[in-house]
């Protein structure tokens, strides 16, 4: 237990050590989360172990005292300097007050001042895995008093279920970011940011059967730069890497959320254009091409202009019956905009239509 004149005063300076135990707290990421059952769980029980009607985890930011988890009152957080829990993470992790009113750290308190009157506080700390006290697990009562030692024995135990939880939420947090970013390793082309092949492939089958299930529209715009083994040929292959780069970023640039933008081999793009019909594809593809054109590409001394040529197939009448043959709809068109002379968009064969 701790004797009270070792503890801290929450009012006086706080020591260094704060600032490593803050980097600690927020490591877990857990201040204002929201609230959960699990932890509620462990208040209840701590409370009804210690037989008090009240119970806290509070977590000690660097101004204020977070509750996680409440029984007997809500609390969502008070001042730092007006928390009992501000003792509990700069002295010993044990922390007992057998009356609150009589104890001049925390008599003039606002819990202790006014409703409900706390008078007793026992409190166990958090600790963090690499030794820093992040907050309490706390029981209170308005009557004096204090934990005999199987309550405290079993507060300590519930501590330790307190923290485990608070690792496991932070693993599973680590987790998740780290599967978000394998997903995107996994279906991104380094060289454009755009989808890779496969995930670009794998979007198309999807918006493929969604639009046949719904009868709307699906269209794909096929992108191939023009002359580039002049550029590479001429400048090098890691010009044209960065001249592919500049127009991947500005193809991002310019699709909608919903499109689906990747990278279907070499220096041949492919846009998916979810619920958009052959008109809207076409004046997409034109725009796009305008804009590629526009661009301009510094390699060395020298400003390049690079053109593409644009191939749109579309799914709004029957004949396209899946993701290849609209794939092969939309090359064909570009292959026609190809021996029409570069730089400029086709659309589905007028005989198809
Ligand atoms: N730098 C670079 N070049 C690439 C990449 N992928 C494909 N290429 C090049 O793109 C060029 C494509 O050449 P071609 O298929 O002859 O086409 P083109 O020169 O663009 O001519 P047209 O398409 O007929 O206008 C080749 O030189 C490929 O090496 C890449 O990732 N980086």
């Known amino acids: 237990m701790q004797a009270a004149e070792h503890v801290t005063s929450p009012a006086t300076a706080r020591p260094v050590v704060d600032n490593f135990r803050l980097a600690a707290l927020h490591r877990y ?6 609230a959960c059952e699990d932890f509620s769980f462990l208040t ?5 172990l210690c037989n008090v009607p009240y119970a806290f985890v ?23 300097n007006d928390s009992y ?13 057998p009356d609150l009113q009589g104890d001049p750290r925390t008599a003039h308190l ?11 506080y026992s409190s166990v700390a958090l600790m963090s895995s690499d030794g820093f ?16 030692r199987q309550q405290r024995a079993m507060l300590v135990k519930l501590a330790h279920q307190v923290m485990a939880l608070i690792e496991l939420r932070a693993s599973e ?24 092949r496969r995930s670009l492939l794998h979007r198309l089958r999807f918006e493929t059967a969604r639009a046949k299930r719904f009868r709307a529209p699906v269209s794909a715009v096929m992108v191939d730069l023009d002359y580039f083994k002049r550029i590479n040929d001429e400048f090098g292959h890691a010009a044209g890497d960065q001249v592919l780069a500049a127009i991947g970023q500005l193809v991002r640039d310019h699709v909608r959320e919903i499109d689906v933008a990747g990278r279907y081999g070499g220096e041949e793009l492919c846009v998916v254009l979810p619920n958009t019909a052959l008109d809207g594809a076409m004046h997409f593809a034109e725009s796009l091409r305008l804009r590629i054109a526009a661009q301009t590409h510094e390699i060395g001394p020298r400003m390049l202009a690079v053109t593409a040529s644009f191939g749109v197939g579309t799914f709004d009448h029957f004949d396209v019956a899946d993701a290849e043959s609209l794939l092969r709809q939309a090359d064909a068109a570009l292959y026609r905009a190809k021996r029409g002379g570069r730089n400029r968009v086709e659309g589905p064969s007028t005989e198809r239509l």
């Open 133 to 148: 006290a992040i907050g309490a697990l706390c029981v209170l009562d308005t009557k004096p008093g204090y934990l005999d």
């Open 29 to 34: 990421h857990i201040l204002d989360t929201p």
């Open 85 to 97: 829990c501000s003792l509990a993470v700069l002295g010993t992790p044990d922390l007992e007050i």
């Open 173 to 196: 947090k680590t987790l998740a970011a780290t599967v978000r970013e394998l997903e995107q390793l996994a279906t991104t082309d380094e060289l454009t940011g755009l989808h890779n």
């Open 58 to 80: 509070s977590l000690v930011d660097a101004d204020r005292v977070w509750v996680k988890a409440c029984t007997g009152m809500q609390l969502g957080q008070l001042p730092r």
């Open 110 to 120: 606002p819990l202790t001042v006014t409703s409900p009157f706390m008078r007793r």
């Open 44 to 48: 209840e029980l701590a409370a009804r």
